[in-house]
């Protein structure tokens, strides 16, 4: 419909027909304010789009949604803003992947990988914990349930068990371990994370 068309160019957005489209068709073509191109939305299958935001004057994509009729049981209004929902990945500006997981209803759910910008998993955040990659090989868990931090090689053999602040700092009690997975000491750190108060040190015999 030619009026609809021109309504939809005034707002930034060129709109092609969605009836018999071909696979690879782009469908919607959002435009800046300058005339660089903002978002696209292809088809990829019958059901499925393929809805790409790119940064500012660039091509590249800053984040990437396969957004499927069949599994979210309604159509997707190619005129209007897309509702977060599916998965969704971002990017860095040097095309590597920033962060990848699902919305539901417009929030984060279920398993959220994050990366850094060199392309190296950073950490992982669920419902009920995050799970950390550090430089050294070591990695931790964080439980969001009861405040403590899990610490372990790079085999998986638990290191360190204990709570922490929101910045980091260990307090409260915390144990380590041997490579046996035995612990070795425990005991107390005060509010500015100092050892305080008498630490427990075993050896093989317990």
Not at 75 to 82: A, G, K, L, Q, S
Not at 130 to 140: A, M
Request: include cysteine; aromatic fraction near 16%; charge should be negative.
């Amino acid at each position: 419909k030619e009026a609809d068309k021109e309504i939809l160019k005034q707002k930034g957005i060129v709109w092609f027909s969605s009836y018999d489209v071909s696979l690879g068709d782009t469908l919607v073509i959002r435009y800046d304010s300058d005339g660089s191109i903002s978002s696209l939305i292809t088809v990829i299958n019958p059901n499925t789009y393929c809805i790409q935001d790119f940064y500012k004057n660039t091509n590249q994509v800053m984040r990437e949604l396969f957004y499927d009729e069949a599994e979210h049981n309604e159509e997707i209004n190619i005129t209007d803003e897309v509702k977060k929902e599916g998965i969704w990945t971002f990017y860095y500006e040097n095309g590597n992947i920033n962060k990848r997981g699902k919305y539901s209803e417009g929030k984060k759910k279920g398993v959220w990988k994050y990366y850094k910008e060199n392309g190296q998993l950073d950490h992982i955040i669920n419902k009920y914990k995050r799970k950390n990659f550090n430089e050294d090989g070591t990695w931790d868990t964080f439980n969001f349930d009861t405040d403590k931090l899990e610490v372990y090689d790079p085999k998986g053999q638990i290191l360190s068990t204990g709570p922490i602040t929101e910045s980091g700092t260990r307090v409260g009690l915390w144990k380590y371990y041997n490579i046996m997975g035995e612990i070795k000491e425990q005991g107390r750190y005060n509010e500015e994370g100092k050892k305080y108060k008498e630490w427990e040190f075993f050896d093989e015999n317990g």
